[in-house]
């Protein structure tokens, strides 16, 4: 099993502040995804970031997969209660692997 | 939209039973999976599926079969359930065999007790 660090395991915050979630690991991923998880839901896709280097945004929400593909960040600037939840990144490995590794989330607590 | 839904979204069992967990979704994927998700341990694969009839062990099968008979249903039985077993089950299905961009769409959960 790949082993796919997530930092902080939980973040408070107040609305209107900035945030930055952390996804590492030792090996190279072929993608990574990011999902967001409410209470009493399942999973949903944030976005994918295929190549090394690459820069998604999605609104107040900032992704960055890192150049050699071992790391990513997901950045939320001025963060509402809306964006209350668990993130949760997934590593895929190789080419044609359709199994995902997941991070063990960071829950996001955004106080009005 | 894809829609997976699960049989049941809280279910209580008791030590030795047999427990069937049901997945089914609308949009002819190809892929679905079975999760545990813990605290603190994120998700965890425990099966996978890739066509009828064909599945693979995940990272965690033990205590654990499945069956997809259908394909659009993929089941998870715990044969004997144990105390250990009680968490959030989760299902998924995507639709490429390539995962680049292949996202996984997931059910709302089973929390599952086994007293």
């Known amino acids: 099993t790949q082993l796919l660090e997530q930092s902080p395991q939980f973040l408070s915050i107040q609305e209107g502040e900035n945030l930055t979630v952390y996804c590492n690991s030792s090996?190279?991923?072929?993608?990574l995804q990011w999902y967001r998880q409410e209470p009493g839901e399942g999973p949903v896709l944030l976005v994918t970031v295929v190549t090394g280097g690459e820069v998604k945004k999605l609104k107040r929400l900032t992704f960055q997969f890192g150049d050699a593909r071992k790391d990513s960040s997901l950045h939320i600037t001025a963060a509402q209660p809306g964006d209350t939840g668990l993130y949760l990144c997934?590593?895929?490995?190789?080419?044609?692997?359709?199994?995902?590794?997941f991070g063990a989330g960071t829950t996001v607590t955004v106080r009005a | 939209d894809v829609k997976v839904t699960q049989s049941s979204r809280y279910l209580v069992k008791r030590t030795g039973e047999k427990v069937f967990l049901e997945c089914v979704q609308d949009?002819?994927?190809?892929?679905m999976f079975w999760y545990r998700q813990d605290p603190g341990l994120g998700l965890r694969l425990i099966y996978f599926?890739?066509?009828?009839?064909?599945?693979e062990k995940g990272d965690i099968p033990e205590g654990y079969s499945v069956s997809r008979e259908k394909k659009e249903r993929f089941s998870l039985i715990l044969e004997s359930a144990s105390t250990n077993q009680t968490s959030m089950y989760l299902c998924?299905?995507?639709?490429?065999?390539?995962?680049?961009?292949?996202?996984?769409?997931f059910g709302p959960g089973t929390r599952l007790t086994v007293l």
């Open positions: 998924a299905s995507s639709l490429l065999a390539d995962s680049s961009y292949n996202e996984q769409f």
């Open positions: 599926s890739y066509d009828v009839k064909m599945k």
């Open positions: 949009m002819d994927h190809e892929n």
């Open positions: 997934a590593g895929v490995w190789g080419i044609n692997d359709y199994k995902l590794s």
């Open positions: 090996s190279v991923f072929s993608s």
